[in-house]
């Protein structure tokens, strides 16, 4: 065992600082959550930063409604990401906002029978008018009517419905004009999902989305990749979709991971794992550079993303 | 509001309770996580004594490696559940245990990159080792040749696996054997959904497994209840779709609804979310009996299952 | 690193379990926190069987108030407990029921502003009237004036009013009843401590009760103990007080330790670290039967004092 | 029930930001933990920029060990903070520091048997060298020989001890110099109890501080008070006793306040208790701008408190 680390230096602070400046003062102290900031940053950092790598991002929680959106979008157009795995929910509040609608500001405490009176949904303290949802519904079942009745991976039909938006913030057109794929394993498990069932009572197509066939896709992008990092925000089937895959490479193994959570390992449930934990399945590599965050995504990967193009653009000059 | 609530009654505790007895004691107080239980038992055993009630069951978390298979095998054999929707690696560690392998007493404070060239896979502090995940997948495979290569369902698929293990105590055959669908979203976010990649890429079959076609079967389960209760072991994906179903049922919603997670709202997730926050979108009814346990599944809900045992063997005498 | 542990059975549960039959079959799972109650119990059982063990508990959090007071008391009286260590707010509601008064069963989501203008004071889904409150303040502030007014020790003075209590049930006469010494070391964060200003200010007696004096009764207990052991229920000052004393003793550590919280080892804080932690310190014992339960006290420590009482209760016949 | 608040705008990040920046693009989301520090911020700088708000400052968790010492010292040399509420251990690291030894960074994940042969002390990952902690025990205790032994208050007792420190960086030593009382009600709980205690046991001096002094003190500051507002770091006794003091107040209760914590309210303890239910106590007042922020103090403080100084700078130009 080490006996001794580096003294643990005193972070400081001024009135006039840029983000990074503010992480690189957590990254003087190094311990408890300052330090695994300020390390994820560095994480992250090199990750963009250096050829050759592969970059997934995991979406789990509900990051569009509470207003990730922008941030997420400019990381696939800036190329910051190349591989999205996502709920069904973040893709279903991306088209929400792209179909003119919006989220809005309202309260965690509050009586939710006579939200349910007044046709509103709450997700902790966003509120979404159901109007808004119904809109939704209608303009996606017509796009659904326009996506050729073929069978069909879900990443390719994720494509299929990000060509068709026109939002130029929207994650799903992003993704799609950039060539980052798409992944979500349980889409049915989203009013995607609901919408799906709705038009193919009715209309009874022969749309045919295979729940396995995106396995193959990814596995070629994990296997093809020299070096594989991954930004987790949240667990969940993000998180176990993206780690899974490598158990099929032979010495493989992430080369970079990142999760930012507020679940912990004592349930004992893959989401609030630790990264260790990961490398005992060869998920995560025994050397790799690997950090988690318990934290609130909201906050923390702002921060990070700040502090990580900042990082950028001084290189640049 | 109510100014006054009954008088919290202190909890004794003797040297000859059965477990009810002491749940009881647990409602005399009412109060903080104890009462909560207490309230967790009385309506999981109104679910299964009252007639009429539909009773969907979510796994979400490593229950089968933490121990809790048999418990979900005599649920589904007793009919005390008559839907399960679950994550996929409940599942395959299902058919690891029917497989004839085991899990193993580990521990949490390892070195991982040791387990991991011991070739032993670390799930918290179960440990499996990856000769017996082979076997799994040896014997996964075979079966996978002998399932019609047609196209199907998720529930349909998992039936198909169900139908041809042997084990007795396998949640996968007693749910096949009693006619209990199970639905699983994410399938492929689990080595079923590896198998069945490696399975395909070898031997190119035309089984066709539709990600939204369970939807259809879940409606209709959900749509002709009478009365619908939920049991919800964490959250992720299973608690969700058991949740999302009843946004398409006119002045629909749970019943009865129970979870038990260590997640919290704050982060503003569903697995986290309050029962309360679903009576917004209508998923529970607004006069429903729902409550919320903060509490580990493992310690929890074998608590609740021999309280309610209990009682339905004190009300047959 | 030892490969193999043994299997993980799985639990079984009937119609007609005792509380200790059942935390048995949380044994033979063995993991997860299953296995951590199973453990707590084991632990617990031996502190109570064995001749020559010490007996330390804890009590931080709202244990009087949610109900936990009979089952606090019980343990005193039959001397499962020899040295309570407390809250400042656990001794004063336990005087709020020794005086005649009661907790009421209310909700955690309410509107706290009417509430503070219905004179209700709020711990979490508890009620407590302010015209309790005021009954204590005023019984109690005249026991004061009946406390001889000489320097004393914070632990001689919860003797003083101890003795002063008729109600058979209280904690704090109880205690005195049984010589059981309670030690209080942030008594003035409490309405005791508000009481005693008010009542100094108005009566300017010459009580004078130490800070730090009663370190050397706690030092001299846990000096002269052959063995130790610590039940702790939730952190805070209980924690950090019980454990401190060793860093005292030459070769010390308690031989055993329980702790049940919520807390968690990541914020850095001594109410979340883990008992391990506590080894580095010598506060435990390299080689100490040691176990963290996370779960919460209100529904795990009942639970642990059943099992116990049970086996005490069958080891007797 | 408002029906609608303003919408949701997605936060956007750039690489030359700000802190305050950043904090401003939380406040435009105004929602999840990002809306919760961006109201944070803004009541900070109230505070601090508004004439009339005396100024608590709660310390709870090893926040000197994990680096913070240095932004404490400055907010009290910059009279951002009028009273300080801390633990006991806090003050000692901050003694250990300014004795001229320091903390390292260590591991959280080790063989605390291990660490204690070699006489290190664990602090989550955080390292101190038992060699440092007898030289902080020598000097202490050299120390204490020169403080008058008369009878005192804590805060007395600890300005004593801050009037003999000549490290500048030092909490103790600055908050003497400005005359920014310290309360710490459970000092005995702590080194610093544990030297008294050597120190009383060799010496047997008349030192003797009073265990309740502290609140004639502390409430005569509330009362006089115009506008009084909390930073709450952590909960344990720093918050329960800033809190209490209120209720001694006619129509009392904060006008301000914040709290950064990692525990929640279903446990039902003060620690994670919401700050509404403290308004049922009149805690806090029915009309106050008071904000939980479910987060790590390490990170959250630091960004708190640079996007404050920001504000405060340029309101300065």
């Known amino acids: 065992m080490k006996k001794q680390g580096r003294r643990v230096e005193h972070i400081e602070v001024r009135g006039d600082m840029t983000v990074d400046e503010l992480v690189r003062e957590f990254g003087k102290s190094g311990v408890f959550s300052a330090g695994r900031v300020a390390e994820a940053c560095d994480i992250f950092y090199e990750m963009v930063s250096h050829k050759g790598v592969t970059k997934y991002l995991g979406l789990a929680g509900a990051l569009v409604p509470c207003g990730m959106r922008q941030i997420i979008t400019d990381l696939i157009q800036d190329r910051m990401v190349d591989v999205l795995v996502t709920t069904g929910a973040n893709m279903v509040h991306d088209m929400i906002e792209a179909f003119g609608a919006a989220h809005y500001k309202g309260s965690a405490t509050v009586d939710d029978s006579e939200l349910c009176r007044l046709k509103i949904d ?22 659904l009517e326009d996506i050729p009745s073929r069978q069909m991976s879900i990443r390719e039909f994720l494509y299929e419905i990000g060509k068709r938006i026109e939002d130029p913030n929207s994650i799903l057109r992003t993704a799609a004009e950039k060539k980052v794929p798409i992944f979500c394993p349980a889409v049915a ?20 989305v295979d729940a396995f066939a995106d396995l193959n896709d990814f596995m070629n992008i994990v296997q093809k990749a020299k070096r594989n990092g991954a930004i987790l925000l949240g667990g969940g089937v993000p998180k176990n979709f993206i780690l899974q895959a490598m158990i099929t490479v032979k010495r493989g193994g992430y080369d970079y991971a990142v999760q930012i959570t507020m679940d912990r390992p004592e349930p004992g449930g893959l989401s609030g794992a630790t990264l260790e934990e990961a490398k005992s399945w060869g998920k995560v590599k025994g050397g790799a550079r690997a950090v988690q965050v318990i934290g609130d995504a909201s906050v923390i990967f702002p921060l990070m993303v700040a502090a990580v193009r900042e990082r950028l653009a001084k290189a640049k000059r």
């Not at 109007?131 to 796009?143: A, C, G, P, R, S």
């Not at 498990?189 to 919408?195: E, Y």
């Not at 069932?197 to 009874?204: A, D, E, Q, V």
């Open 189 to 208: 498990d989203s009013a995607i999902g609901l919408d799906v069932w709705r038009f193919m009572s009715k209309h009874n197509p022969n749309l045919f």
């Open 122 to 143: 709450r997700i902790y303290d966003v509120f979404l008018h159901e109007k808004d949802f119904i809109k939704y519904d209608e303009l996606f079942v017509k796009m």
